[in-house]
């Protein structure tokens, strides 16, 4: 049973470009949760999704961030036109079920904006 | 905010003595879990304790909690070069999604 799966694991981009962070959580869980970590920090909480439903999108910038978890396919974490302040560490974690159990985390993907 | 606190933030001791890290955290909450946390690496589920618990043991882990005081604590005993890693304590809030993590502590065993 694979674990959660993080991609890519790391990325650099320049400042104004695009960045695309990819989670496929374990199988049979429907629950992912989207962390940014900043060096020598704890995990800052940005968003909880469901499939085809975004439950809790309080953590999230306003502008010029974006998740989803399609039916099919992974969870996309998105990030519009970067700045240097969005070089972070994502974390994705899924879980079978919100609020009973543990939560399954990735390897993480690092941003760098350079 | 929800968000717990770990201290201290540093902690650095011999192997084979016991670690002991301490969380604070501001409402109610569901359970109260430890991850671990490898430098560059995901997080690792450790222990979970609910909130009608007092202490849960899990190998050389043990944690308390104490609802009243919205505290919790994490011993590490006999400790091994190879724990060595940063730990966080995260709340799931009675009435809310999300998982908040505390600030960390990070644990150093010197061999």
């Known amino acids: 049973n694979a674990g959660v799966m993080q991609n890519p694991r790391h990325l650099v981009r320049r400042r104004g470009q695009e960045a695309r962070l990819r989670c496929s959580p374990m199988?049979?869980?429907?629950?992912v949760y989207w962390y940014r970590q900043l060096p020598e920090e704890g995990l800052k909480f940005m968003v909880y999704l469901q499939k085809e439903n975004i439950i809790d999108e309080s953590g999230m910038p306003k502008e010029r961030f974006s998740a989803e978890f399609p039916k099919e396919g992974p969870s996309i974490l998105r990030i519009q036109q970067v700045v240097r302040g969005d070089s972070a560490a994502y974390f994705c974690?899924?879980?079978?079920?919100?609020?009973?159990?543990?939560?399954?985390f990735g390897e993480g993907s690092r941003l760098t904006v350079l | 905010s929800q968000q717990g606190e770990e201290d201290p933030q540093a902690l650095s001791i011999q192997e084979g003595e016991n670690a002991t890290m301490n969380c604070s955290y501001k409402?109610?909450?569901?359970?109260l879990q430890w991850y671990r946390q490898n430098s560059g690496r995901g997080l690792v589920h450790l222990i979970l304790?609910?909130?009608?618990?007092r202490e849960k043991h899990s190998g050389r882990l043990r944690v308390t909690l104490d609802t009243s005081k919205k505290s919790s604590s994490l011993l590490i005993t006999a400790s091994r070069a190879a724990d060595t890693a940063s730990y966080f304590c995260?709340?799931?809030?009675?009435?809310?999604?999300?998982?908040?993590f505390g600030t960390g502590t990070s644990l150093t065993v010197i061999p």
């Open positions: 974690a899924s879980s079978v079920r919100p609020g009973t159990g543990e939560l399954f």
């Open positions: 199988k049979g869980h429907s629950h």
């Open positions: 409402t109610s909450i569901n359970n």
């Open positions: 304790i609910r909130s009608n618990e």
């Open positions: 995260a709340t799931d809030a009675i009435n809310g999604n999300q998982f908040y």
